[in-house]
């Protein structure tokens, strides 16, 4: 069996915070963030943590591909802010759209975590015991962020969204992929941190909010994702001429920008909505895909190639070449 894109869908927060909004409760511009980061707007949660984006996103998709829930047969959902450690996101999604119970788990890959569960959900398919699955992206970005570090806080922003795989002899979407992590680099970004701390050692001082190098992110990623991309392009036989779009995690404008110039591939060719949403972590690249089909940008069926390619937290990174 062959897993093939069936549809995509997601699930934005209603409250949009600008840069300007930000300008009233930290020393930062709507100038310096639009030329530091291309960021104009963020969406954030009104009190609907990451299950409850997931769902949406999730209904989103079925409403679309008109596949019931009952005919799920796995749930994955990429995320580094669940709503808590157990139960995972994966099992609140499957109770809140009605699913059978099937398996549903977390993947924890932060900005790359998409890919991983794509990853992840093809070979589920290709074992041929699975004719559908939903594959999310969700965060709620905005309960790790410090609001008083303007290095992060005007950078992250809540989403979620996903899609349909399903199983089909013929052709499927899936021409090639490259994943790599690399924990000796881990600490460029950490968050959520739980100290270790019991009745016979003393309470540690601790810190969750998340904390980010980002020169270090930003090194990481112009050396690492030009080398995943590449890589994933060679080793599926294809050309980078051959390449319809490219749909990157949106970290940042600059950081897409100077992979395109490293690459010598038209910046043109790097779909971006970072402008209206920001870093949406594990979301950004499913929210990206379906506002894409549904602007009829990129239409399923067209056969145009396709690469997502993520990078973040970990250190993770990786691409997958699908064709639509």
Known sequence: MKAKI?????????????????????????????????????????????????????????????????????????TMTPDGSSPSTACLVQDYIGAKPVMAFDVNAACSGFIYALSIAEKLIQSGAYQYGLVLGGEVMSKMIDWQDRSTAVLFGDGAGGVL??????????????????????EALTAGRRVVSNFQLEQAKKNDFLQMDGRAIFDFAIRSVPESIRTVIETSNS???????????????????AIAKKMKIPVEKFATNIAEYGNTS????????????????????????????????GLTWGSILIQL
């Open 6 to 78: 069936m549809g995509a869908g997601s699930y934005i927060p209603k409250k949009k915070v600008s840069n300007a909004m930000l300008e009233e409760i930290m020393d930062t511009s709507d100038e310096w963030i639009r030329t530091r980061t291309g960021i104009e707007n963020r969406h954030i949660s009104d009190g609907e943590d990451t299950s409850i984006l997931c769902g949406k996103a999730a209904l989103d998709i079925l409403g679309k591909t008109g596949i019931s829930a009952k005919e799920i047969d796995f749930i994955i959902v990429a």
């Open 282 to 313: 594990a979301a950004s690249i499913p929210i990206l895909l379906d506002e894409l089909l549904t602007n009829g940008e990129l239409v399923l069926g067209s056969e145009k190639k396709v690469i997502l390619t993520g990078f973040g937290g």
């Open 165 to 186: 795989l399903g199983a089909t002899e013929t052709e499927g979407s899936f021409l090639g992929e490259d994943i790599h992590s690399d924990g000796s680099r881990g």
């Open 239 to 257: 050309s980078t001429e051959d390449i319809d779009c490219i749909i990157a995690h949106q970290a940042n404008y600059r950081i897409l920008k």
